[in-house]
């Protein structure tokens, strides 16, 4: 009896490695493509670290593609359940624009960021300390554009950014302040359109430069390298940085919703066994579970 209750045992314990095997080769075997929103060298290299390390723990392989920020939308929307699952790194503009078109997406994750230790940010107006009261707020960046003689240039690098456009769009709303050629009783007219380039920070060194831009909207991780220590200070020295008052959650982490609920679980299982600090790169610090991010 012994010997029989023993061979059961084996028996059992072989089943279980076998279907564990089987699960993970099915999910190795599985398509799943990661698309990540086109950003900095650094942001790409976190990527890669995240797919890296979400390889190594739940045990997926990847097909990487690195899209412009209207590409992931438009790939978003069109994706077909049977290609496989997609699962990708996205900014929050870039998620809600994907979803009113019709993505059917699901939100795994966001991370902690370096600069701030959050899993939200802010976005800053930046203009010329000349221009605006000391200690100035967004109700002041609204007077400065609207007693200016001539239309004040708002530049940004991407319609699809968050920070940059989408933010002070909204707030240029609801305070009268639109593109248009001239101001109206009503309405203050604002000259925005898109400096050519794909840097936030660019658009912060159009501003000292003054030849471009009189406006802009950047993010915490770029106004950290322009302010205090950073790397950058010396050339923001006649600029300040306004904060909208807005947070808005960290990039977020999402997959098809169409996916199973096993290759979900997998996936949180593995971030939330990620250590505070694991990618390290750029303004990623680490990621956790979106349900484990309740400011987000």
Known sequence: RARVLVAVCLACAVGL????SGRADE????????????????????????????????????????????????????WDPADGVIVARTTPYVQVAAELLGAELEVLATYVSESTGS????????????EL??????????????????????????????????????????????????STQSLVAIDAARLETDSSS????????GAEADLVAVWDDT??????DGPHADEARDLVFVQLPWAIPNDLLVCSRSASAEFKDEIRSSIRSMSPGEI?????????????????
């Open 17 to 20: 490695v076998l279907a564990s």
């Open 119 to 130: 899993t939200t940010y802010h976005s800053y107006y930046v203009a010329r300390k000349d």
């Open 133 to 182: 009261h000391p200690n100035p707020t967004p109700a002041d960046v609204i007077a400065f554009i609207s007693g200016s003689k001539e239309r004040v240039r708002f530049r940004y690098h991407n319609l699809f950014s968050t920070s940059s456009f989408f933010l002070p769009s909204l707030h240029f709303r609801d305070n009268g302040v639109f593109h248009m050629r001239a």
């Open 202 to 209: 660019d658009l912060v060194r159009a501003v000292a430069a």
């Open 27 to 78: 999910r190795a075997n599985e398509r799943v493509s990661f698309l990540s929103v086109s950003a900095d060298g650094e942001t790409r290299d976190a990527d890669r670290s995240l797919r890296q390390y979400l390889e190594r723990e739940a045990g997926v392989r990847f097909g990487a593609d690195v899209l412009e920020y209207r590409q992931v939308i438009e790939r978003l929307v069109a």
């Open 223 to 228: 106004r950290a390298r322009f302010v205090g």
């Open 280 to 296: 390290a790169v750029g303004d990623f610090s680490h990621w956790v579970d979106i349900r484990d991010a309740m400011e987000a």
